[in-house]
Nanobody
Framework: QVQLVESGGGLVQAGGSLRLSCAAS???????MGWFRQAPGKEREFVAD????????SYANSVKGRFNISRDNAKSTVALQMNSLKPEDTAVYYC????WGAGEYDSWGQGTQVTVSS
Protein backbone atom coordinates (compact mmCIF):
# COMPACT_ATOMS: atom_id res chain seq x y z
CA GLN A 1 0.00 0.00 0.00
CA VAL A 2 0.93 3.64 -0.39
CA GLN A 3 -0.19 6.74 1.46
CA LEU A 4 -2.36 9.09 -0.57
CA VAL A 5 -3.01 12.71 0.38
CA GLU A 6 -5.64 14.78 -1.37
CA SER A 7 -5.72 18.55 -1.52
CA GLY A 8 -7.46 21.33 -3.40
CA GLY A 9 -10.99 21.03 -2.09
CA GLY A 10 -13.01 24.01 -0.98
CA LEU A 11 -16.13 26.09 -1.45
CA VAL A 12 -17.03 27.27 -4.94
CA GLN A 13 -20.08 28.70 -6.63
CA ALA A 14 -22.00 26.74 -9.19
CA GLY A 15 -20.33 27.03 -12.57
CA GLY A 16 -16.91 27.43 -11.03
CA SER A 17 -13.86 25.20 -11.12
CA LEU A 18 -11.58 23.39 -8.72
CA ARG A 19 -8.50 21.29 -9.20
CA LEU A 20 -7.92 18.41 -6.82
CA SER A 21 -4.51 16.87 -6.36
CA CYS A 22 -3.45 13.55 -4.92
CA ALA A 23 0.12 12.96 -3.80
CA ALA A 24 1.36 9.42 -3.27
CA SER A 25 4.11 8.46 -0.85
CA UNK A 26 5.22 5.57 -3.00
CA UNK A 27 5.36 4.40 -6.56
CA UNK A 28 2.13 4.51 -8.51
CA UNK A 29 3.53 4.29 -12.04
CA UNK A 30 2.15 0.78 -12.62
CA UNK A 31 -1.18 1.38 -10.92
CA UNK A 32 -4.57 2.55 -12.04
CA MET A 33 -5.51 5.65 -10.06
CA GLY A 34 -9.06 6.67 -9.36
CA TRP A 35 -11.17 9.41 -7.86
CA PHE A 36 -14.31 8.62 -5.92
CA ARG A 37 -16.74 10.78 -3.99
CA GLN A 38 -19.24 10.42 -1.20
CA ALA A 39 -22.05 12.86 -0.53
CA PRO A 40 -23.82 13.02 2.83
CA GLY A 41 -26.25 10.15 3.22
CA LYS A 42 -25.09 8.48 0.02
CA GLU A 43 -22.77 5.65 -0.87
CA ARG A 44 -19.34 6.30 -2.25
CA GLU A 45 -19.38 6.47 -6.03
CA PHE A 46 -16.87 6.28 -8.83
CA VAL A 47 -15.90 9.55 -10.48
CA ALA A 48 -12.97 8.83 -12.79
CA ASP A 49 -9.93 6.66 -13.26
CA UNK A 50 -6.75 6.64 -15.29
CA UNK A 51 -4.57 3.64 -16.17
CA UNK A 52 -0.82 3.59 -15.55
CA UNK A 53 -0.14 4.72 -19.11
CA UNK A 54 -2.39 7.74 -18.88
CA UNK A 55 -4.55 6.60 -21.76
CA UNK A 56 -8.03 5.05 -21.67
CA UNK A 57 -9.48 7.23 -18.93
CA SER A 58 -12.99 6.55 -17.66
CA TYR A 59 -15.60 8.88 -16.19
CA ALA A 60 -18.94 8.62 -14.49
CA ASN A 61 -21.71 9.83 -16.78
CA SER A 62 -22.54 12.57 -14.30
CA VAL A 63 -19.13 14.23 -14.72
CA LYS A 64 -18.25 13.36 -18.31
CA GLY A 65 -17.32 16.45 -20.28
CA ARG A 66 -16.83 18.52 -17.13
CA PHE A 67 -14.07 16.71 -15.23
CA ASN A 68 -10.63 15.68 -16.44
CA ILE A 69 -8.28 13.24 -14.70
CA SER A 70 -4.54 13.33 -15.31
CA ARG A 71 -1.38 11.93 -13.76
CA ASP A 72 2.32 12.58 -13.47
CA ASN A 73 4.09 9.31 -12.74
CA ALA A 74 7.43 11.00 -12.24
CA LYS A 75 5.96 13.04 -9.40
CA SER A 76 3.58 10.31 -8.18
CA THR A 77 0.63 12.67 -8.42
CA VAL A 78 -2.86 12.50 -9.83
CA ALA A 79 -5.12 15.44 -10.51
CA LEU A 80 -8.81 15.96 -11.09
CA GLN A 81 -9.76 19.15 -12.88
CA MET A 82 -13.40 19.93 -12.20
CA ASN A 83 -15.18 22.51 -14.34
CA SER A 84 -18.79 23.70 -14.56
CA LEU A 85 -19.37 22.50 -11.03
CA LYS A 86 -22.90 21.85 -9.87
CA PRO A 87 -24.38 21.70 -6.35
CA GLU A 88 -24.81 17.94 -6.82
CA ASP A 89 -21.03 17.63 -7.09
CA THR A 90 -20.81 18.48 -3.39
CA ALA A 91 -19.08 15.58 -1.64
CA VAL A 92 -15.90 14.37 -0.04
CA TYR A 93 -13.54 13.36 -2.83
CA TYR A 94 -11.14 10.46 -2.39
CA CYS A 95 -8.09 9.39 -4.33
CA UNK A 96 -7.40 5.66 -4.58
CA UNK A 97 -4.90 3.23 -6.06
CA UNK A 98 -5.47 -0.08 -7.77
CA UNK A 99 -2.22 -1.98 -8.31
CA TRP A 100 -1.44 -3.67 -11.61
CA GLY A 101 -3.35 -6.95 -11.86
CA ALA A 102 -5.46 -6.26 -8.78
CA GLY A 103 -9.22 -6.41 -8.89
CA GLU A 104 -9.85 -3.65 -6.43
CA TYR A 105 -8.41 -0.48 -4.95
CA ASP A 106 -6.12 -1.10 -2.00
CA SER A 107 -5.08 2.37 -0.87
CA TRP A 108 -7.28 5.37 -0.13
CA GLY A 109 -6.67 8.94 0.89
CA GLN A 110 -8.41 10.72 3.73
CA GLY A 111 -10.54 12.77 1.38
CA THR A 112 -11.00 16.44 0.61
CA GLN A 113 -14.29 18.30 0.89
CA VAL A 114 -15.79 19.97 -2.16
CA THR A 115 -18.81 22.18 -1.61
CA VAL A 116 -20.63 23.81 -4.51
CA SER A 117 -23.11 26.53 -3.65
CA SER A 118 -26.07 27.41 -5.83
Amino acid sequence: QVQLVESGGGLVQAGGSLRLSCAASGRISTSTMGWFRQAPGKEREFVADIPWSGGGTSYANSVKGRFNISRDNAKSTVALQMNSLKPEDTAVYYCARKPWGAGEYDSWGQGTQVTVSS
